[in-house]
RNA sequence: GGCGGCGUAGCCAAGUGGCUAAGGCGGAGGUCUGCAAAACCUCUACUCAGCGGUUCGAAUCCGCUCGCCGCCUCCA
């Protein structure tokens, strides 16, 4: 039973899917005027792991993350950028998904873009007006907040004190300063879209409510993203949903802590983002999920370099162990599970029930980790049962994203195994100089050497 | 001002009423080794920001104080 915090009653809740055997999920994505940054990517692997995790738990799952690709940023930067709104975001969605798969994110089963949506938008927009939920103001379409008393229900605001404390400038047009724009009419050299209010473009969050609706439906089981999108963003989806189409809208609000720069939010707005392709030149993809899944994705987490760098250290440890037991693989079926190894699964899905607690989880797989270094160094079982527990702790780990990629190696180059049987004959001889030589020279073609009671054995560096 | 979150070892971070307070990094010692490396073993918080309270019992619940962060405006 996977049980989930859930920000609009504020507790943790036992899940039970809309359908059976079924999850849809609903994330949202990133506005496209720049390249991602680590802040999206930790949305990104949070979202991924949750997914990830209910497909491993024998769901059917369905995953809707949209693009964001009309917005005044977008219109301002391709303007300045002599481009068009279209082609400026398109360049940044191509980015978005290179980003997103150089992390080891399983890309969305929708990734739908607003701009291909206001069709649907328009609709949901007449339905509200035809249903008293919103007015037109001189090509303007506003979401009239008393209309919809829970407003407010999903961030914990008070209607009064938002009126007391808004720092928005007041738009008299407007029936209540609290309301929202649904559509806003076009100003010249802006992408326009033709509506009965006149050519114009949607709202923000408008966009979420018709995408979500369309491919998931009018109720689905969870929507994500980050805790900034709790208010505004997300308390107006439900506004705009649940009052076109009088049912619940999302069940599960599930929301993840930001990545701070130092002490404050790494955001756009801020300047103080660093870019998803900047880092991943630096740093394995897996140390930065194995250091961001070290953290609960409901907390704040400090963006630090020596934080990722020592998580690089910890999964070194791993991966070692996967190279003994692909070196140890002889071809033949596979073992099973010993006893030994079998209470790691259990514990592994006792920590994810619990809200996803992959700090947890990561425990428990370091845990695994070293009982099969044990297993191994003892001959315990023999290699059939070390191989069968670290095929097991590499489908655990899986399910975090982690080792996604080819863990097994090719074996090392001819030039590299003629090196190493030189070295082996330089030992034999004592001639422990040359020896040495031969192993920095080993080294500087990548791969390590380490002498074990078994022989030398070789490793590639850096994985 | 309103709402919400956080403060656990040198650092990072789980745990949220009761066995010895997970795990990672770092550090110390040991086994192994020609030397290394890796691995493994042992040790590294008598204590959970502080002060009160509830309870047979609290890091965990309540109150106050101090410090930090987020949202209330575009933001993952």
């Known amino acids: 039973m996977i049980r989930i915090s859930n920000t609009m009653t504020r507790t943790k809740e036992e899940f039970t899917p809309l359908a059976s055997g079924e999850v849809r999920m609903y994330v949202c994505g990133v506005t496209v005027y720049d390249y991602s940054h680590i802040g999206h990517a930790r949305s990104a692997m949070v979202f991924d792991v949750i997914r990830r995790y209910f497909t491993f738990k024998g769901y059917r799952v369905t995953f809707v993350k949209n693009y964001t690709d009309v917005d005044d940023r977008i219109i301002k930067r391709a303007n300045d950028a002599g481009v068009t709104a279209r082609e400026f975001a398109e360049r940044f969605i191509q980015a978005e998904r290179e980003d997103m798969a150089s992390l080891g994110v399983l890309a969305p089963d929708v990734d739908p873009k607003a701009t291909e949506h ?83 473009r949607p709202g923000w969050h408008i966009e979420c409510s018709a995408m979500a609706m369309k491919y998931l439906g009018a109720t689905f089981d969870l929507h994500g993203g980050g805790e900034d999108l709790i208010f505004p963003h997300h308390e107006c989806e439900i506004a705009q949903t649940e009052a076109c189409t009088g049912k619940p809208f999302a069940r599960y609000w599930v929301h993840n802590g930001m990545v701070n720069m130092g002490k404050e939010k790494m955001s756009k707005s801020l300047g103080n983002t660093l870019n998803i392709r900047e880092i991943v030149k630096r740093h394995d993809p897996d140390a930065l999920r194995l250091w961001m899944l070290g953290t609960h994705y409901r907390n704040m987490i400090e963006w630090s370099e020596e934080r990722v760098e020592e998580s690089a250290r910890a999964l070194e440890r791993l991966a070692r162990l996967f190279h003994d037991a692909a070196a140890a693989r ?76 080819a ?57």
């Open 118 to 200: 206001v069709g649907e938008m328009i609709r949901l927009i007449e339905q509200l007006v035809a249903s008293g939920h919103a007015y037109p103001i001189e090509g303007d379409v506003y979401f009239a907040i008393r209309s919809f008393p829970p407003y407010g229900r999903l961030s914990g605001k008070n209607l009064d004190e938002l009126l007391a404390g808004a720092r928005v400038e007041v738009d008299e047009r407007k029936r209540d300063p609290r309301d929202f724009a649904l559509w806003k009419g076009a100003k010249p050299g802006e992408p326009a879209w033709d509506s009965p209010w006149g050519r114009g």
């Open 330 to 405: 002889d071809g033949g079926g596979p073992a099973p599970l010993p006893p030994a190894f079998a209470e790691f699964r259990p514990r592994f899905e006792r920590a994810m029930d619990d809200d996803f607690n992959t700090p947890q989880v990561l425990g428990v797989l370091f845990d695994f980790g070293r009982a099969l270094a044990d297993a191994r160094d003892r001959g315990a079982g023999g290699p059939g049962a070390f191989i069968a527990g670290v095929d097991e702790l590499v489908r655990l780990a899986r399910v975090l994203g982690l080792f996604g990629r």
């Open 407 to 463: 863990t097994t190696t090719d074996g090392p180059p001819a030039e590299v195994q003629r090196l190493l049987a030189a070295r082996g004959e330089a030992r034999a001889r004592r001639d422990f100089r040359r020896g040495d030589e031969l192993r920095d020279e080993i080294g500087r073609l990548g791969w390590l050497v380490e002498d074990t009671p078994a022989g030398p054995r070789l490793t590639p560096k850096g994985r």
